[in-house]
């Protein structure tokens, strides 16, 4: 036989002679690979599948209901990344909804938020109080001041 090359690592090798139409090579990555995307392409395909994959998934649940709780519980810095991400999602889920938003840009991730409070608000439209962040751009090149007259 001749070898082939792997669909997802692309190293040759030789497939095997109980497989001769094999795609994929037995490196443990690649067979993961092909698992997952086997699974993916069952679940988007077959809909008895995904209620096999459901029903077994709720069965898992129902036997373990304190998984969740003792995960979070004893896993503290992947608790707070989930927060973080959470809180991130929500701000963009919240950009998404606002009225007249057709807009929206993530430069870098920050944190700093802006109020504005005062008779300015009262142009806001359909908002009372709005989640904000401020974009600053600098110039490409720097402006040059004209001399003030004396």
Not at 69 to 93: I, L, S
Request: aromatic share 8%.
């Amino acid at each position: 036989m001749l070898p082939r090359s792997c669909r997802y690592c692309q190293q040759s090798f030789q497939p095997s002679k109980f497989r001769p139409d094999q795609r994929v090579c037995s490196q443990p990555n690649c067979q993961r690979w092909r698992r997952a995307d086997y699974h993916r392409h069952k679940l988007a395909s077959d809909p008895d599948y995904l209620q096999v994959v459901r029903d077994s998934r709720q069965k898992w649940r129902q036997a373990h209901p304190d998984y969740q709780k003792n995960y979070w519980r004893t896993h503290p810095a992947q608790a707070e990344r989930n927060r973080r991400r959470q809180r991130q999602c929500d701000r963009k889920r919240h950009l998404q909804n606002l009225v007249k938003n057709n807009l929206a840009l993530d430069l870098k991730q920050t944190d700093a938020e802006i109020y504005l409070f005062g008779p300015a608000a009262d142009d806001l439209v359909k908002n009372n109080l709005a989640q904000s962040k401020l974009l600053i751009f600098q110039p490409a090149a720097p402006i040059l001041k004209s001399p003030a007259a004396s």
